[in-house]
């Protein structure tokens, strides 16, 4: 069946490094995957998306990386900031072509 | 105008209470989407409406009703509630169903059924 998981529940990082946020998916999960960013007290905010035909895709401040070998994704976010705080979620699509879900990870910036 | 609104922000109910959210968007966007999201989990799929036409439910419970009066808005009827159906109900929207585009959420409603 289609799984798209994140690997770490929580990321601590301190402010003006580089954060990496990973997530791994199965064998039948889509060809397009999304990063989505829920601040507290707010709806999801999409980041950034990747089609299967690409390894890499840059955005401001924020790449994702697709390796597709090892079905893996990963958002990274450049100078994090006090404002990257957030849960962040990556998703791809289920049979249905609606979104499946990763269970999130929590960055958590240290000042 | 990216906004998709929800209201209420905060609702208590009874479980033997008929209450109502409601969500509005005003960027044309056909597909409208309800989402149920408990605390620290992502956000489950409930509905997705395409053109005011219910495509999608996700096996929810008959005390959850949807509604799509127009294009521009989404209800969500509740009624005889548990207190399990405690959490936040997100609405979305997009151009169209699917999630190849990208979807616009609103803050979220916050349910407390006691």
């Known amino acids: 069946g289609e799984s798209v998981g994140l690997h770490l529940p929580t990321l601590s990082v301190q402010e003006g490094d580089n954060s990496i946020i990973n997530c791994a998916y199965s064998n039948s999960a889509s060809d397009y995957f999304i990063w989505y960013k829920q601040e507290s007290g707010k709806g999801p905010q999409f980041i950034i998306d990747?089609?299967?035909n690409m390894d890499k895709r840059q955005g401001q401040r924020v790449t994702v990386l697709l390796n597709k070998t090892v079905k893996h994704l990963s958002l990274q976010i450049a100078a994090t900031q006090p404002g990257d705080s957030a849960v962040y979620f990556c998703a791809g699509l289920d049979s249905n072509y609606q979104l499946i879900w990763g269970a999130g990870t929590k960055l958590i910036i240290k000042p | 105008d990216t906004e998709v609104t929800q209201t209420p922000k905060h609702l208590v109910m009874g479980m033997t209470n008929k209450k109502s959210l409601k969500c509005e968007q005003h960027m044309g966007h056909r597909a409208m989407y309800w989402y149920k999201q408990k605390a620290k989990k992502p956000p489950e799929l409930m509905f997705v409406y395409s053109y005011e036409k219910l495509s999608i439910n996700e096996s929810v419970p008959s005390r959850f009703s949807p509604e799509c009066p127009n294009s521009s808005l989404l209800n969500l009827h509740l009624h005889a509630l548990q207190p399990e159906d405690s959490a936040l109900y997100l609405c979305?929207?997009?151009?169209?169903?699917?999630?190849?585009?990208?979807?616009?959420f609103g803050p979220g409603t916050r349910l407390t059924v006691t």
């Open positions: 979305a929207s997009s151009q169209v169903a699917g999630g190849l585009y990208e979807q616009y």
């Open positions: 990747i089609r299967s």
